[in-house]
């Protein structure tokens, strides 16, 4: 019998994308033999993932899941949004985001046990049965000291799961009840506004110096005097800050307040300051850049093959 390495079983699976246990069990079956050991696992279907690791996947489900002071949010991806309406998938990726809440990051959570084996040796095994490539794209958690965190879907196909996934953490002594439902519609105006920070001072300096530069030249370009510029270019800072801030932003809900003073107003009815601290958001396949086919075309390039 050859002795079986765990040098070679990593071999066989990134080779095959096989789960460790399956790998090592074609290994096994087939006296060390490579070769044959792959042919074992491609007779088995269990060699499927690694043919599909290619395939663009920008389908698939956010899943937000939350625990009182604490949520998770993560996004796993298909290659179709049939995927996304498959109730072993659905499973998958609400159990994989409960999980993500006693974990840090994205690499932690494929790290994680999930009954026995990692997290990716299981999205691995699910590769294989559904037939379709996926991965576990992205997690964040966000937590206060006291108050809540609050989850909305948007689009939800199911509880907890849908296209666009928020959290809001509201620190305060609140009742629940309030933060609840201050927390609900601070986190529909988030899927809907999009904000990328949550106040001025945490604008990424990067993104405050491009857009100052971008102002900067605008000013010099209608041949404003120097004092005047300035002036220009500190009100638009102010008018570009409303716009990508959270707390800045207009309510959409009712249109006219800013979301400070929801959040101060909310305070007051309750009878306890309440504290926007945080804000998540995830919308499904943002930033995958998916090749759109030209079927014709793809018709055509069969036929004259």
Same mark, same amino acid.
């Given at each position: *019998?050859?002795?079986?390495?765990?040098?070679?079983?990593?071999?066989?699976? !990134?080779?095959?994308?096989?789960? *460790?246990? =399956?790998? %090592?069990?074609?290994? $096994?079956?087939? @006296?060390?033999? *490579?070769?044959?050991?792959? @042919?074992?696992? &491609?007779?088995?279907?269990?060699?499927?993932?690694?043919? %599909?690791?290619?395939?663009?996947?920008?389908?698939?489900?956010? /899943?937000?899941?939350?625990?009182?002071?604490?949520?998770?949010?993560?996004?796993? #991806?298909?290659?179709? +949004?049939? $995927?996304?309406? #498959?109730?072993?998938?659905?499973?998958?990726?609400?159990?994989?985001?409960?999980?993500?809440?006693?974990?840090?990051?994205?690499?932690?959570?494929?790290?994680?046990?999930?009954?026995?084996?990692?997290?990716? !040796?299981?999205?691995?095994?699910?590769?294989?049965?559904?037939?379709?490539?996926?991965?576990?794209?992205?997690s964040a958690s966000i937590e206060v000291s006291k108050g809540a965190v609050i989850a909305y879907v948007h689009g939800a196909l199911a509880d907890g799961l849908g296209k666009i996934g928020v959290l809001v953490a509201l620190e305060s002594d609140a009742s629940a009840d309030a933060l609840q439902a201050l927390g609900k519609q601070i986190a529909m105006h988030? /899927?809907?506004? #999009?904000?990328?920070?949550?106040? /001025?001072?945490? $604008? =990424?300096?990067? $993104?405050?110096? &491009?857009? %100052?530069?971008?102002?900067?030249?605008?000013?010099?370009?209608?041949?404003?005097?120097? =004092?005047?510029?300035?002036? *220009?270019?500190?009100?638009?800072?102010?008018?570009?800050?409303? !716009?990508?801030?959270?707390?800045?932003?207009?309510?959409?809900?009712?249109?006219?307040?800013?979301?400070?003073?929801?959040?101060? #107003?909310?305070? %007051?009815?309750?009878?306890?300051?309440?504290?926007?601290?945080?804000?998540?958001?995830?919308?499904?396949? =943002?930033?995958?850049?998916?090749? !759109?086919? +030209?079927? /014709?075309?793809?018709?055509?390039?069969?036929?004259?093959?």
């Amino acid at each position: *019998m050859a002795e079986i390495t765990a040098s070679n079983v990593k071999a066989l699976r !990134e080779k095959t994308g096989a789960g *460790m246990m =399956d790998a %090592k069990k074609a290994l $096994v079956e087939n @006296d060390g033999d *490579m070769d044959a050991a792959v @042919d074992w696992l &491609r007779t088995k279907g269990l060699a499927k993932a690694a043919k %599909k690791s290619g395939r663009v996947a920008a389908e698939g489900l956010v /899943a937000v899941v939350t625990d009182g002071t604490k949520g998770a949010v993560v996004e796993i #991806n298909s290659e179709t +949004d049939f $995927v996304s309406r #498959n109730e072993e998938f659905q499973g998958f990726v609400k159990n994989v985001a409960q999980i993500s809440l006693g974990v840090s990051n994205a690499e932690e959570l494929a790290a994680a046990d999930m009954g026995g084996k990692p997290v990716s !040796e299981n999205l691995t095994d699910l590769i294989s049965k559904i037939g379709e490539n996926m991965t576990l794209r992205r997690s964040a958690s966000i937590e206060v000291s006291k108050g809540a965190v609050i989850a909305y879907v948007h689009g939800a196909l199911a509880d907890g799961l849908g296209k666009i996934g928020v959290l809001v953490a509201l620190e305060s002594d609140a009742s629940a009840d309030a933060l609840q439902a201050l927390g609900k519609q601070i986190a529909m105006h988030v /899927a809907a506004a #999009n904000p990328q920070f949550l106040d /001025a001072s945490s $604008v =990424d300096s990067a $993104v405050a110096e &491009r857009e %100052k530069n971008v102002l900067v030249e605008q000013a010099k370009a209608e041949g404003k005097p120097q =004092d005047i510029a300035e002036r *220009m270019v500190q009100g638009r800072m102010q008018k570009f800050f409303k !716009e990508i801030c959270l707390v800045d932003q207009i309510f959409v809900i009712d249109g006219e307040t800013k979301i400070a003073d929801v959040i101060a #107003n909310a305070g %007051k009815e309750a009878g306890s300051e309440i504290k926007l601290t945080g804000f998540l958001r995830f919308q499904l396949g =943002d930033g995958i850049e998916k090749e !759109e086919e +030209d079927f /014709a075309a793809e018709v055509n390039k069969v036929a004259n093959a």
